[in-house]
Every structure is written in C-alpha cells, then in structure tokens.
C-alpha cells in the first residue's frame, strides 16, 4: 500500500549515542515533515523540508539534524542522544508545501534515550 | 499563530453522532482549520479540513460558523473503533509559501459500548 514508511518501529539508544531514523514515501509528494510526540503531548514539529533540496527548522530543532536525500526520503539524525529525546517519532508528507490536502503520516519510531 | 481551543476529553454511545467542538478565535481569513485523529500510538490520521463552508466527506461533517471563530466535527453514526485523539488545528503560514500544522493535546473521544 501507498504511503509513509519509517524505519527502525523501536530503538534503545545509550546517552551520547548517534543514530538515523529514516523515512520514505512513495506517493510522490513534495514535502516531508518531521515530529515528535512526548506522552500525553500534541506532535511537535522539528524538521520540515517544503521540497527537494530544502529543509527548515520547526518548532524543536535542536539536537536534531535532518537530510532530504531525494523527493522520496528524508533522514533525521540525532548526533549526540540525550535522555529528553526519548519521544516517538512520526514522518509525514503532503502533495505541496501548503499542506492543503492534508498530510500522511508514518506509524512512527519509538525511541528510547538511557 | 492562531490557536485553538478543545476540551480535554469527551464520551459518546456507540451509533449516536459525535460532535467534538473548537474555538479558534483568532483565526485570520485565509487560513484554514483541519481536523486530525490519531488512534492509540499510531500516526495520526488526516480527516477533514475547511475554510469558511461546511465540508462533508465519507469519514465526517465539518461545520464551521459564520464569524469563523469555531467549529464542529461530526461522526454521524460513532462506532468503537472512533475512539482516538481528536485534533483541531489552524493552518499556519510560515512565509514563503510554506505552512506547518501545529498540533494541541487535542479531544479524547471514547465511544462507548
């Protein structure tokens, strides 16, 4: 089925550890988001890439660095982990950067900073 | 920003209308609200969005009124499977022709046997 997949679904990581969660869509869209959800939180934006060859920050960039390798994938990768990025991680798309047709979503990484 | 203002939970029986509503006072005219589910911890699930008329897809109702400061969205007949987050969100422009969706705490809809 068309959509969002992201890879690793779970991952523990030690304090200091780098790693690259990673996304990709094949329904052709142009623009690729990327959120985290804290327990009993709304989604936070912390990457956005409007189209191929451009990302911008969100709302929590920090820590966080993201690569829009191609128009179907998008990359974010934490450098150094550190206990408060233990969050669960969705991806998403929409057709254009105006996100007027709504935005598909991932079923996300969940991932655990100790 | 506009934002927007949900109650934190609600309950509704099993094949009777769900109506979750939305304050979004500040919302400017070119903007847009979108109505979002997520169920349990999966990703969440666009459902419908509008701008100033009603909009009617096969998942929902969206009613919005006329001064634009709220709205409503309606599951007309509530199964179990409805249970989910429920999220309101105004479409924010970012400038350059980029927008973003912010997301509340949203509604907690259960829907009960």
């Known amino acids: 089925n068309a959509g969002v997949t992201q890879t690793p679904k779970f991952q523990v990581l030690k304090t200091g550890q780098s790693m690259t969660l990673q996304c990709a869509q094949d329904m052709n869209h142009n623009s690729m988001y990327w959120y985290r959800q804290d327990p009993g939180m709304g989604l936070r934006l912390i990457y956005y890439s409007a189209s191929e060859g451009t990302t911008d920050k969100g709302e929590v960039p920090n820590g966080y660095n993201v690569s829009r390798l191609n128009k179907r994938e998008f990359s974010l990768r934490l450098e150094s982990a550190a206990p408060s990025q233990t969050s669960v991680y969705f991806c998403?798309?929409?057709?254009?950067?105006?996100?007027?047709?709504?935005?598909?979503f991932g079923s996300g990484t969940r991932l655990t900073v100790v | 920003d506009a934002k927007t203002t949900q109650p934190t939970s609600m309950d509704c029986a099993e094949g009777r209308a769900a109506n979750l509503p939305c304050n979004h006072s500040?919302?400017?005219?070119?903007?847009?609200v979108y109505w979002y589910r997520q169920i349990h911890s999966q990703g969440p699930q666009y459902i419908i969005h509008?701008?100033?008329n009603n909009e009617t897809n096969e998942m929902a109702s969206l009613i919005i009124t006329e001064d634009r400061k709220s709205s409503t969205l309606i599951l007309p007949h509530a199964t179990l499977r409805d249970t989910a987050v429920y999220y309101c969100?105004?479409?924010?422009?970012?400038?350059?022709?980029?927008?973003?969706?912010?997301f509340g705490k949203g509604t907690k809809l259960s829907v009960i046997p």
């Open positions: 998403a798309s929409s057709e254009e950067s105006t996100g007027i047709y709504g935005y598909t």
């Open positions: 509008g701008l100033k």
């Open positions: 969100i105004v479409r924010t422009n970012s400038g350059a022709g980029s927008y973003q969706l912010t």
């Open positions: 500040t919302i400017s005219g070119n903007e847009y």
